[in-house]
Each structure stands twice: as structure tokens, then as C-alpha cells.
């Protein structure tokens, strides 16, 4: 199963994706340190495009392959971004199921933005400003909403986990 994550940076996203991955045994494919290990190369200087996620698509779809669930950690904000991972799941023959992670406390999201640390060596997060002027689409697609709003990780995850099909033979 190949398990979508899109968000806002500074929701909690990531966090919840490696409490899932661990939880349960999933490969975490995080666009964030892709990309950053992409900057440290010297291969690219000026911008990105979609090379993080055209990376991140064929880790996913490698590890997919081998019989692993898979959680694609990344904003994934636009609808061709979205269809991407589907296009992986579709390849790899797994199932797909799509997670927003949102925090409807904007000021709970600007605090935990402007607090948190990074544990990507040398990844400068984006400013309040920037997370606000980003081009981030609304999701046409059946997926699950999870609200970070007032909810611990560990609600959270819970949530997710109970949601997935796969935990009842993991547990």
C-alpha cells in the first residue's frame, strides 16, 4: 500500500508520518530530505522543479515493488503532484490511500511553523509568509482529513493507523 501525505508545512505532517512509518513498519520516502541531499550534491543551484519528487516517486515505486508499504511524506499541493503518486500505486499495483494533514488553528500553525526546529542538517523551513503565499490546491479526491487542531500526535496517528486497512494484520 502506498500511503499519500499532503499538507501545509508546519501542520505536523512529517511527524505523523514517521509515527505511522514506525508504527506500522512502513518505508517513509520524505520529499524534504530528498531534496535537500539534491541541494548538497551541487547538481542543481537555481531551483528543484520536481526533481524531489520524481526521485521520491521511484524510491516509492522501488520499495512498493518489493512488497513494503510505503508512506510518501510531502506538501504535495497540487492536483498533478497528487495524481503522480497515484500514477506509482497504479505502476506498482498496490492500493492508495490519500492523507491531508491539516491545522485549522491558524494560529496553532503559525506558532508550531515559527517553533520548530529541523532535523534535516542544513534545510532552512519556509517563512509564515511563504507557507501563506504558497500555491496549495484544494483535494477534488476521497481522502482522509486529519485536524491537528488540539490533538495530540499520538490522537492522531491513532486515527490514521485505526483508518488504514493494513493494521488489523500488524497489530
Given amino acids: ?9 508546519g501542520v505536523g505532517k512529517s511527524t505523523i508520518a ?5 508504527s506500522v513498519g512502513a518505508v517513509h520516502v520524505r520529499i524534504d530530505s530528498i531534496e535537500q541531499a539534491v541541494r548538497e550534491s551541487g547538481v542543481t543551484v537555481v531551483s528543484l522543479d520536481d526533481a524531489g519528487y520524481r526521485v521520491g516517486y521511484a524510491v516509492a515505486e522501488d520499495n512498493l515493488r ?3 508499504v510505503v508512506i510518501a511524506d510531502s506538501v504535495n499541493p497540487l492536483p ?8 506509482v500505486a497504479s505502476r506498482a499495483r498496490v492500493n492508495a490511500m490519500e492523507v491531508e494533514i ?4 491558524q494560529r496553532e500553525h503559525r506558532r508550531r511553523l ?16 511563504d507557507v501563506m503565499a504558497r500555491d496549495y490546491r484544494h483535494w477534488d479526491s476521497d481522502h482522509i482529513v486529519i485536524d491537528t487542531a488540539g490533538q495530540s500526535v499520538a490522537q492522531c496517528v491513532a486515527t490514521l493507523i485505526d483508518a488504514l486497512p493494513l493494521t488489523a494484520a500488524k497489530r
Fill in 1 to 9: 500500500m502506498l500511503i499519500i501525505f499532503g499538507g501545509l508545512p
Fill in 80 to 87: 498533478v503532484t497528487r495524481s503522480a503518486w497515484l500514477e
Fill in 114 to 129: 515559527e517553533e520548530r526546529g529541523c532535523d534535516i542538517p542544513g534545510l532552512r523551513g519556509p517563512t509564515w509568509q
Fill in 66 to 68: 518489493l512488497g513494503h
Fill in 18 to 22: 514517521r509515527s505511522v512509518a514506525q
Fill in 102 to 105: 491539516r491545522c485549522s488553528d
